[in-house]
């Protein structure tokens, strides 16, 4: 689209050329029709202000920037650019981040993660795919099921987990 764009551009300045020339040959009175778009179309593209949107980061963004070491994370609770976007201020590895196009592995890799949270089988996050983080609804209670994970974090929507906790490798 945004080669188009420059085409449609390119293709309307040619046919704009034409039409002031035949304005300007014309008499005085086109020529001040023909200035007056100039003038016009001169302020149309000065350039403007691109419009800014402030993104308010929830604490658990700033507390995951904090945290040690690079392990994984999984964030159940928001959508996939929101999601991208966090990373880039906590810079943690993601589950289930944005690729243009899906490998067969890649999918196969993410249904494999999807079906170990459905069966809430917490524990193999971290020890099979070193995923140590995971951001759910505040509604959701892990430690019940796995006493020894610990909630790092927890508000009115979301609670944080830390999934290392409970995974300890035998010896």
Avoid: C, W
């Amino acid at each position: 689209p945004v080669r188009m764009m420059v085409m449609t551009m390119l293709s309307a300045a040619v046919i704009s050329a034409i039409g002031f020339k035949v304005l300007f040959r014309e008499s005085t009175g086109k020529r001040v029709v023909a200035g007056l778009l100039l003038i016009i179309i001169f302020i149309e593209y000065l350039p403007k202000p691109i419009p800014a949107s402030k993104i308010t980061l929830p604490p658990y963004v700033n507390l995951l920037k904090d945290l040690p070491d690079n392990k994984g994370i999984v964030d159940t609770t928001i959508g996939d650019a929101l999601a991208l976007y966090y990373q880039t201020i906590h810079e943690k590895p993601m589950a289930f981040g944005y690729v243009s196009r899906i490998p067969r592995s890649v999918n196969k890799r993410d249904e494999e993660l999807k079906q170990l949270i459905r069966d809430k089988k917490y524990i193999l996050l971290y020890r099979d795919y070193n995923i140590r983080y995971f951001i759910t609804d505040a509604d959701t209670d892990m430690v019940n099921e796995y006493p020894s994970i610990r909630t790092l974090y927890q508000d009115t929507k979301v609670k944080l987990y830390d999934l290392a906790t409970e995974y300890k490798p035998q010896r």
